[in-house]
Nanobody
């Protein structure tokens, strides 16, 4: 069974940093674009950052540009999100997403990890 497991969420003070990880199992990780999404209470899920299967293309939401860095390690079947200068508005459940670069309909989600930014 395909699994995406997020970790690294925590309570952190404004201005602090966190590193989220997403571990992938039972699918060909290197063929999938990977993304981080987040959903705050009462809001729709939004794209935070996306990285292509080879890591050559990266996109960020305007709200996190310059503060967050997405990366992946295809040898370890893992993706990461380094989050710096965190703000209370970054508080949300963060989800890992995998989408096949070519085939349609092949998409997986993790269960989410909570990030809370508060003093």
């Amino acid at each position: 069974q395909v699994q995406l497991v997020e970790s690294g969420g925590a309570l952190v003070q404004p201005g602090g940093s966190l590193r989220l990880s997403c571990a992938a199992t039972r699918f060909t990780f290197r063929n999938y674009a990977m993304s981080w999404y987040r959903q705050a209470p009462g809001k729709e899920r939004e794209l935070v950052a996306r990285i292509s299967s080879t890591g050559s293309r990266i996109n960020y939401a305007d709200s996190v540009k310059g503060r967050f860095t997405i990366s992946r390690d295809n040898a370890k079947n893992a993706m990461y999100l380094q989050m710096n200068s965190l703000k209370p508005d970054d508080t949300a459940v963060y989800y890992c997403n995998a989408r096949h670069e070519i085939a349609t309909g092949l998409e997986y989600w993790g269960q989410g990890t909570q990030v809370t930014v508060s003093s």
